[in-house]
């Protein structure tokens, strides 16, 4: 368990993780009620597509940070919560309160961002 975090701050935590799953699923729930099949009168077929295709990227999007959530709930349960998932060094309250699902420190996130950049440059 993270010796950072207090109960208070873990409590908190979760209370946000829970309220950001309820506005994820309700919003997954919306763009699955938008790619339903454009009526049979509905002018413009091709906008009618691209905006299912749009509904389906954001819900593809919502599903990966659902996973996200759930896994932080998870790891609050077990007493992993707050732990970087590389390096394992706490993650300070103040990154998790921004980004309460996050897996990463800093430090592991910046690097695996600055690798991906690089792998782009040399595409």
Known sequence: MSETLTATQREELKAQLLATRKDVQAQMQQNRENLAPPAADQDGTVQGNVGREVDQALTNIDAADLAR?????????????????????????ERLKIEPQTQHCVACKSRWEQGKSHARAQS
């Open 69 to 93: 959530i759930d896994h932080a709930l998870e790891a609050l349960e077990d007493g992993s919560y707050g732990l970087c998932a590389e390096c394992g060094c706490s993650i300070p309250f």
